[in-house]
């Protein structure tokens, strides 16, 4: 069994140092101190590897009243770039960013509905990289990383897709095909994961050690941060909040189950609740599911009853559900992402402000804070560029345990896998002596 | 915001040797190294330190192989001694241990049905306390600690009980009352963080990082652990598991919200769904839920249909509450405990092992390991016994992070605390470039 060790406390001061840094644009050594909690010694000493290696730059001299004049650093825009791939049931998107995670440039391509394979995908990852590379000729050689969001349970430990219910996926290998597409490292992950990983980053984090990240859209899910660190689970399935129960037997979901949350309140949840309220109603043709929620918005801000009614039933479930996280994990927070709040953030938070006292316990209730952020799809690409830069620091002997992959992996001997769920009555009990 | 440091480490690696004696009664130091990864100098030093305070003894000699001696090590008895307090709804229970966590002695008082007053509650401990005390006159002044389990949501760093419904306690101050009733250092905490305790101590814990621990009795509750530590929320409120939605507008809870999963698996949820399915069903009278689920399993066990259904559709609902969990936290491990389990586990067992399959994602199924373990309350007051001892280590300077309080609220600095949850719909998004 693992314990941390000085190097976990310096990896996690790194990521403290490397988050002010980004959040600031450009800082002084005190000013990361005072931000962070590090002393001044360790500040000095992490950001000085961090120029060595040519991340952080410094950026010019500011003086202080009578004082010398002190450093200021930001990060180093000509060290390389970064690719970010959102890979989408809907679309293919490869964004470029320098290391100071400025979005340099974006191509994207629509998929066809129905079932992909990973080579078909690959191709149009490789198509997208070749176009902006192709605009930015200065930058070959000098992609760092990137990192490849794709849809369902992505295991990037084993580096496959364990599920992707909407395009028949179980067990697809993905490493090969990407890595093929873009020749340099690449690192695996799913939205859910990246948008956590941006809001750890750059949005609660920054104030919040405990809090969940919420993510409402075609799929939903919940990000969980406990001490500073996303919650990965054992293969990196944490967080699917979007497949827990709303209502038992209730209607049926493309993972198998019936009832989960996703089946709610979900772009096609949403729907499903519309037609419950009025099956004849002239946007349940609306097959895109953001055009759908664009349209619905429009309908109910023109008094369209059974539009309001179905708004106002998906922030009752919305509450029920956010409320079953927080009663579970008692966090300091709960932040809502995804592009479902872009069109709909100010009346779900609306009504989760009426309902959430009644659908929390007292005690998480009374000191909770909710925040709605309209991220709208740029989340994910931002997280996997963060995610793709943490995996370059990582191999240039600078890791940070923001996003850990599989700790409970790592920290499990062979002694004690598991090979089955099945695990026979036990008739041990706790020690009674 | 607060970051690890060395001195966390310190305290980690101390609970794994504590943890290892305790579980081992007799080792030696290289034992505790080999089980616990740490460095033999690390071992050697943390030993030290508890021989010195007297927690640890030297037991004797081991002689290896023409090597010379070694010296094999047990908690120290002679140190002192610990109280745990289990205080139900229908009784106060006190135990004596002495600092191996060896049981000495218990006292036992029931409870009229109804509200109880903290007072009057604290009499029972005083009264029991006594008659443990005067049967063993050599312990007074040699009391270490009491642990006080009280049921709600119990708040240890404000020293309150922040809700229990069924004695209609709201924000009720403890500590004085029972600091006069024991006068000895008090750690109070609820029934579920104390289970957890002893199962991260003595059970599970000793071969996962990452798993649930599932309370089955009157209420129910999960405790979580993530990386080897038990997450306790904000406000020592994380794991009200029974009050997340199994059927959202279902069943009506004690805690005001609707369809909550105790309503369905607690011991009065088993009594409605017997209703459901026999509505003039003898047992229905019997009041006392143990009496209840133990006539129960005996009517199962004779062929009554009733019950034999009433038994399924309870594991049918466990199932999907356990999957739930397993789908949100992706853990290695759950171990199912709590009283419920001495009657019915085996049956309950069954049940999920057939259907727990369908209730999770295929990732995080596929590894999973499930156990029923019959603790039977025991698993309560050693879970105080063990909370009293690491309050005492935390005075005398030797503190263990297996389940710190309130590690959200320590790491929180004043300018980020929340008074109240309704925060303004925000426009903050994350940074574009």
Redesign the interface.
Known sequence: ??????K??RN??RF?VLRTVY?RHTVTRAQISAE???SPATVTTLVGELVEEGVLREAGQISSQGGRPTATFQANPSRGALLAVDVAETYVRVDLFDI????LDQERVDLDPGAQSIETVAEHIRGCTDALLGRRPELAGHVLGAGVSLPG?V?PVRGID??APNWGW?EVPLMEALERAVPVPVRIDNPLMALAT??LW??AGR????FVAVNLGTGVG?G?I???QL???????????G????????RACP???S?CVETYIGAEGIRTTLSEIAPEHELLTVTHHRDFIERLMRAEATCDAAAQEALLRTGD?LS??I??LV???????VSVLGWITRYA??EL??RV?ER????C????????????????G??VS?GMAVLALEGFLERVGLPSPSSALS??AA??GPG????????P?????????
């Open positions: 069994m693992a314990t941390k060790t000085s976990d406390i996690e001061s403290m959040a962070t909690g590090l100071s995670l400025a979005r349970q295991d364990v599920f179980h941006g809001e750059f949005g104030r919040f050690r405990q919940a969980i406990i001490d500073g919650l990965r689970g054992r293969g990196n399935s944490a967080g699917e909040w497949h827990t129960t709303l209502i038992w037997n209730g993972c198998g189950r009832g479930y029920a559900a409320g079953n009663n579970l994990l008692d966090p300091e927070h953030g100010t938070h609306d402000r959430i006292a009644q659908e316990l007292p005690g998480p209730s009374s000191t909770l804070s909710i925040e709605f952020t309209d991220a709208d740029e989340g931002l700790p409970a920290s499990t004690t896998a598991r090979t089955g769920w099945a695990v009555h036990a008739d041990a009990s706790l020690p009674r002596r």
